[in-house]
């Protein structure tokens, strides 16, 4: 088996979008940087989001049933080190309540996502250490800026 060292360098060389998975309902509000998130169907429009099982996100995305994907934009590098530090409480996460917005699920979207998804959790299938969720988008909210953060190389890069 290959190492998870390698495994893990290899995979740094991929580059990926930076996402804001949220989700909001009877198991709670919570919020999470992500970059493994990508596009499964347009028919029925599903993605699919990885999250570590032992991630309370992964359990209050189970119990909610719902998720929001908030495709960050360059200018949101600071939500992505917030939402992805174990020191920041979900209240200063989710500090500013004009930021956000719901849609049909309830579940919470960046007003200024470069894109914002409204989904709903279909199916799930846990690998290894992870639950791969897939999710069927209710809706989108497209921002009129379309520049991209992007994660690389363990460093963040901005396309336009």
């Known amino acids: 088996m290959i190492d998870a060292n ?3 360098q290899a995979m740094s060389r991929l580059g990926a979008s930076v996402n804001l998975i949220t989700t909001d309902g009877p198991g709670g509000l919570y919020g999470m940087t992500a970059s493994a ?3 499964v169907t347009d028919s029925p429009p599903t993605v699919l989001v990885c999250v570590n099982r032992s991630s309370l996100a992964n359990e209050c995305i189970k119990k909610n049933g719902v998720v929001g994907v ?3 934009a360059g200018r949101h590098e600071h939500l992505s080190n917030l939402f992805g ?16 917005q719901t849609r049909e699920t309830g579940a919470p979207l960046l007003k200024d996502a470069s894109a914002a998804l409204d989904c709903k959790v279909t199916e799930m299938s846990e690998v290894g250490t992870h639950t791969v969720f897939f999710c069927e988008v209710q809706s989108a909210v497209l921002h009129d800026e379309c520049a991209t953060l992007v994660y690389f190389n363990r ?3 901005r396309l336009t």
């Open 6 to 8: 390698i495994f893990r």
């Open 37 to 39: 998130v990508c596009s």
């Open 70 to 72: 908030n495709i960050l």
């Open 85 to 100: 530090s174990s020191k920041a409480s979900i209240e200063e996460r989710f500090i500013n309540p004009d930021e956000w």
């Open 155 to 157: 460093a963040y890069h």
